[in-house]
């Protein structure tokens, strides 16, 4: 079976999976964090080499601030749990997205946990907080002219070497869960040619037998990159 290199997920659908239950809606990413760490775990296993979660986008400091701070809350958490979980799978952690307007005490734990699993030699787990698709794009290019690239130096390969992706192969399988048919600002470029499942079933409940399914799935597709 072929199994793709990069698998990236848009894990939606954690605010209704709790409202189904009446419960508040930070029960939900809770539930939604223990769905990571078995996709996680899945996922090494199945000899995906990359694989990116989004879990907070540039768009969802929109939200309430209760929810918000309930969120990076979660996510300190998360990280601090974690470490020794990635670091005895022998997984690579790598934050995808900006360090602009992030507390800085889980910017500091990001860093620590990269620096403490950098020599791993496992799946690379990138994990998206703060990310959206154009704001890498936009600084991209903004730092080709902080380099002082001449115009015809600016093409794919220096834009694509100036993204937060910067060495990782592109998406081949993007999933997004919850009945959604949408990309939401989510590696746009890394994903031109990714092909898309989409499944109704929201995050929480999106375990390793639906992962195996996708990745099925995937194996039947013939991808053409826009040959014969
Ligand atoms: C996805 O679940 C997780 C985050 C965006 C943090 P949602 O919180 O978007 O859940 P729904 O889409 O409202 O159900
Ligand atoms: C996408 O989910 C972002 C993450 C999963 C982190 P959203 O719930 O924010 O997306 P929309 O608003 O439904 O497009
Ligand atoms: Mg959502």
């Known amino acids: 079976m072929t199994v793709p290199t990069h698998v990236a997920i848009i894990m939606d659908g954690n605010g209704r999976w709790a409202a189904q239950r009446g419960w508040p809606r930070i029960k939900g990413h809770k539930a939604g964090v223990l769905a990571v760490e078995r996709i996680l775990e899945a996922a090494a296993d199945a000899g995906v080499q990359h694989l990116s979660l989004y879990a907070f986008s540039t768009e969802n400091w929109k939200r309430p601030a209760l929810e918000v701070g309930a969120l990076m809350a979660l996510l300190r958490m998360y990280l601090r749990m ?6 005895k799978k022998g ?17 500091a734990d990001m860093k620590t946990l990269e620096e403490a699993t950098a020599k791993n030699t496992g799946m690379t787990f990138h994990l998206a907080v703060n990310y959206g698709s154009r704001l890498e ?10 380099e002082s690239l001449r115009p015809d130096q600016v ?3 220096a834009l694509q070497a100036r993204l937060w992706t910067a060495g ?12 959604e048919h949408r990309i939401s600002n989510f590696l746009l470029w ?7 499942y989409m499944t ?13 399914a ?3 799935d995937y194996a039947q597709r013939e991808r053409r990159f826009g040959g014969i």
């Not at 794009?137 to 902080?146: G, N, P, S, T, Y």
């Not at 109704?200 to 195996?212: S, T």
């Open 168 to 179: 990782v192969p592109d998406v081949d399988l993007l999933i997004r869960t919850s009945g």
């Open 190 to 196: 890394q994903s031109a040619y990714a092909e898309l």
């Open 155 to 157: 093409d794919e390969a």
């Open 200 to 212: 109704d079933l929201l995050w929480p409940d999106f375990g390793p037998a639906e992962l195996r």
């Open 137 to 146: 794009l936009a600084q991209a290019a903004r730092r080709c002219v902080e």
């Open 214 to 216: 996708a990745l099925e």
């Open 91 to 107: 997984i690579r952690f790598h934050h995808l997205g900006s360090p602009e307007g992030m507390p800085s005490g889980i910017l």
């Open 82 to 87: 974690f470490l020794h979980k990635l670091a």
